[in-house]
Nanobody
């Protein structure tokens, strides 16, 4: 089992950038794919991006493709989400989880991203 903690959120103007971090504990972190999700107020949690265990395969939601980039550093047990050209509609709490999520997935506190217009 891997415990994940999100950080790096904040308040940014539209067009700005933020880099989120997802730090994992445990020696088996590099065995897991990781995905980012987000949940805006009053909305369902939605998929944002995923990366496989080695970092060699990634995929994105259409809404963030070309603006967000997911990467990982297994030596640091960390997955990153670089978010550029942010829009007000990107405002949400962002969560990371091992991929694929299951009914047993335990969600952390997340990190708040607020994009002002």
């Amino acid at each position: 089992q891997v415990d994940l903690v999100e950080s790096g959120g904040g308040l940014v103007q539209a067009g700005g950038s933020l880099r989120l971090s997802c730090a994992g504990s445990g020696r088996t972190f590099s065995n897991y794919g990781v995905a980012w999700f987000r949940q805006a107020p009053g909305a369902e949690r939605e998929f944002v991006a995923r990366i496989n265990w080695s970092g060699g395969r990634t995929s994105y939601a259409d809404s963030v493709k070309g603006r967000f980039s997911i990467s990982r550093d297994n030596a640091k047990n960390t997955v990153y989400l670089q978010m550029n050209s942010l829009k007000p509609e990107d405002t949400a709490v962002y969560y990371c989880a091992t991929d694929p999520i299951t009914i047993a997935t335990e969600w952390g506190q997340g990190t708040q991203v607020t994009v002002s217009s």
